[in-house]
T-cell receptor, first 115, second 114 residues
Framework: EAQVTQNPRYLITVTGKKLTVTCSQNMNHEYMSWYRQDPGLGLRQIYY???????DKGDVPEGYKVSRKEKRNFPLILESPSPNQTSLYFCASRDRGSSGANVLTFGAGSRLTVL | DAKTTQPPSMDCAEGRAANLPCNHS???????VYWYRQIHSQGPQYIIH???NNETNEMASLIITEDRKSSTLILPHATLRDTAVYYC???????????????FGQGTELSVKP
């Protein structure tokens, strides 16, 4: 089944303890992206990657790092998590539809709480 | 990017058609209209997209007005499982991050009632 898989789905951690949220897709998509979702703010893009070894900042990159060493994986790294990074995180990869438009496939989400 | 305007909430009776409107009066010629939905904190799910013509797939139909300033997503026979937040997004179709960086606003919260 074509999908985007995120892990962990739920995590409670403490301030300053480094963590990584993994994202893997099995659709051979070149483009991958991370979003966070907060009440009243919608989904905001954190980082994106156009291809292997190519990453760039989205709208809210502060406090996050990413890497893209393989096409299928795009981990999100929080080097020193803070409570304002408590959020619901989504990874997505992009398909190219027959019309030439671009369609995103999202993972199920990772709910992170930083105490 | 063109701004979209959607009603914050709508109700629909189970089995009836749900018609969700979206205004995008500043849409430009190379911008697609996308619809996604999000069921209770799950990952957003792609529904349908279109450029100029009306579109239909197994999930829904998309009606775009001739001047492209508005569109309507139609769920022909709404079920309880269609209760979700529906997002109308306007974005260019190609190039760099443009196609992938979809901007999700507040959407329309659709409640399908028995």
């Amino acid at each position: 089944e074509a999908q985007v898989t995120q892990n962990p789905r739920y995590l409670i951690t403490v301030t300053g303890k480094k963590l990584t949220v993994t994202c893997s897709q099995n659709m051979n998509h070149e483009y991958m992206s991370w979003y966070r979702q907060d009440p009243g703010l919608g989904l905001r893009q954190i980082y994106y990657s156009m291809n292997v070894e190519v990453t760039d900042k989205g709208d809210v990159p502060e406090g996050y790092k990413v890497s893209r060493k393989e096409k299928r994986n795009f981990p999100l790294i929080l080097e020193s998590p803070s409570p304002n990074q408590t959020s619901l995180y989504f990874c997505a990869s992009r398909d190219r539809g027959s019309s030439g438009a671009n369609v995103l496939t999202f993972g199920a989400g990772s709910r992170l709480t930083v105490l | 990017d063109a701004k979209t305007t959607q009603p914050p909430s709508m109700d629909c009776a189970e089995g009836r058609a749900a018609n969700l409107p979206c205004n995008h009066s500043t849409i430009s010629g190379n911008e697609y209209v996308y619809w996604y939905r999000q069921i209770h904190s799950q990952g957003p799910q792609y529904i349908i997209h279109g450029l100029k013509n009306n579109e239909t797939n197994e999930m829904a139909s998309l009606i775009i007005t001739e001047d492209r300033k508005s569109s309507t997503l139609i769920l022909p026979h709404a079920t309880l499982r269609d209760t979700a937040v529906y997002y109308c997004i306007v974005r260019v179709g190609r190039g760099e991050n443009q196609g992938g960086k979809l901007i999700f606003g507040q959407g329309t919260e659709l409640s399908v009632k028995p």
